[in-house]
C-alpha cells in the first residue's frame, strides 16, 4: 500500500534508526549509524573495546587465506585478547586463546569470546544505551525530521488540491 506520493504507507514501512535499533542489539549492530553511536556511548562508559572486539571478529570470519587469517588473528590477539592487549577484553580466564592456536587459524576460532563479549553488551551496556542522552537525542532529532517531512509531504498535498 502505497500513499499519494508512491511511497510505502507509514503503516506498513519497516522500522529504521532508533526504532530498530531500540528491538535488539542484533538491529543496531547492523546498520553503521547505530553502531557509531553505540561506540560513541561505550567510549563513555570505558568499554568501547567490547563492540571493537565484536566487529574485529565479525571481519575476521570473512578473512579468506591462511596467511590473511593468520595475520588478522594475531592482530586481534595482540589488540584484544593478549595480558600486553591496548584494548583488552574482560573474557573469563579459561576462554582466552593460547598464542599457539594462531598458527593454524580458523574463521571461527573467536565465536566463544565473540559470544562473551556479545552477551556482556546485551545484558549490561545495551539496556544503559538506550536510556543514554546519545540514543535519546538521535531519537528526537530523527523524530523531528520524520515530523518535518511529514509536514512538507501535507502541504504538497494541500498545494495540489486547491491548485486544481
Known amino acids: 500500500i502505497n500513499d ?6 507509514s503503516s506498513h514501512q519497516t522500522l529504521k534508526g532508533t526504532s530498530k535499533w531500540a528491538t535488539s542489539l542484533e538491529n ?16 563513555k562508559e570505558f568499554s568501547e573495546e567490547n563492540v571493537l572486539f565484536w566487529l574485529a571478529c565479525e571481519e575476521f570470519k570473512k578473512t579468506q587465506g591462511k596467511k590473511q587469517m593468520q595475520e588478522k588473528a ?10 600486553k592487549a ?11 586463546l593460547n598464542e599457539t592456536i594462531l598458527e593454524t587459524p ?30 535519546l537525542n538521535h531519537k ?5 525530521e520524520e515530523n518535518s517531512a511529514e509536514a512538507q509531504t501535507a502541504a504538497k498535498r494541500a498545494s495540489r488540491i486547491y491548485n486544481t
Do not use: A
Request: no cysteine; aromatic share 12%.
Open 28 to 43: 543496531l549492530l547492523e546498520d553503521p549509524e547505530g553502531v557509531k553511536r553505540f561506540r560513541e556511548f561505550l567510549k
Open 4 to 9: 499519494s506520493e508512491g511511497h510505502p504507507s
Open 74 to 83: 594475531k592482530e586481534i590477539y595482540m589488540t584484544f585478547l593478549s595480558s
Open 86 to 96: 591496548s584494548s583488552q577484553v574482560n573474557v573469563e580466564g579459561q576462554s582466552r
Open 106 to 135: 580458523h574463521p571461527l576460532m573467536f565465536q566463544k569470546l565473540q559470544d562473551q563479549i556479545f552477551n556482556l553488551m546485551k545484558y549490561d551496556s545495551y539496556s544503559r544505551f538506550l536510556k543514554s542522552d546519545i540514543f
Open 140 to 144: 528526537k532529532s530523527e523524530e523531528q
